[in-house]
T-cell receptor, first 118, second 119 residues
Framework: GAGVSQSPSNKVTEKGKDVELRCDPISGHTALYWYRQRLGQGLEFLIYFQGNSAPDKSGLPSDRFSAERTGESVSTLTIQRTQQEDSAVYLC????????????????FGPGTRLLVL | AQKITQTQPGMFVQEKEAVTLDCTYDTSDPSYGLFWYKQPSSGEMIFLIYQGSYDQQNATEGRYSLNFQKARKSANLVISASQLGDSAMYFCAMREGPMYGGATNKLIFGTGTLLAVQP
């Protein structure tokens, strides 16, 4: 499809295990973002990539969280030693990295990965 | 301090009527952008409308319009002729700083308003 895709759709894991979440942005989008949405809450910014570099990692909640992006395409968010408070929906978004036809930096979101840590 | 405030946790509106969802923001940066997203129960985030801080006119996209009052730092979303399919969570978000040359284009989100359209 033409939109942002994420995998897996759902992930259930045990406390202490590591998880990897994947994001495939829209082709040609140089900017990629990860957000977290806890139940009943708004979205919290985690990290921003421009190309393969991450100029803003300010939202990563702890050193258990890391992310990388390769080939200016796919990104992986890794959570090590998961805790119950990591349970949330993890949303990825991408944007052109420049003005789109509407003249603004519109972020397009994927369907999210629902993570449940038991 | 909250950067984006949505004071209405939930709202009802009758089908075919107009509804206004409130959003106020706080920033000292002269350059910023304001966004509204819709999140149905399926969970995807759907972009609705954008307003730049230097835009002279209020943004409109079909049945959606943004009532931008810069001095009051408000960016309310108006949905005209509500439809049953408009029932969803609505999030207001802000990008601080210029689109170019800024360190980040991250969005700061409010807590959302749950809109229920009644037949």
């Amino acid at each position: 499809g033409a939109g942002v895709s994420q995998s897996p759709s759902n992930k259930v894991t045990e406390k202490g295990k590591d998880v990897e979440l994947r994001c495939d942005p829209i082709s040609g989008h140089t900017a990629l973002y990860w957000y977290r949405q806890r139940l009943g809450q708004g979205l919290e910014f985690l990290i921003y990539f421009q190309g393969n570099s991450a100029p803003d990692k300010s939202g990563l909640p702890s050193d258990r969280f890391s992310a990388e992006r390769t080939g200016e395409s796919v990104s992986t968010l890794t959570i090590q030693r998961t805790q119950q408070e990591d349970s949330a929906v993890y949303l990825c978004a991408s944007s052109l990295g420049g003005l789109d036809k509407r003249g603004q930096e519109t972020q397009y979101f994927g369907p999210g990965t629902r993570l449940l840590v038991l | 301090a909250q950067k984006i405030t949505q004071t209405q946790p939930g709202m009802f509106v009758q089908e075919k009527e107009a509804v206004t969802l409130d959003c106020t923001y706080d920033t000292s940066d002269p350059s910023y952008g304001l966004f509204w997203y819709k999140q149905p129960s399926s969970g995807e985030m759907i972009f609705l409308i954008y307003q730049g801080s230097y835009d002279q006119q209020n943004a409109t996209e079909g049945r959606y319009s943004l009532n931008f009052q810069k001095a009051r730092k408000s960016a309310n979303l108006v949905i005209s002729a509500s439809q049953l399919g408009d029932s969803a969570m609505y999030f207001c978000a802000m990008r601080e700083g210029p689109m170019y040359g800024g360190a980040t284009n991250k969005l700061i989100f409010g807590t959302g308003t749950l809109l229920a359209v009644q037949p």
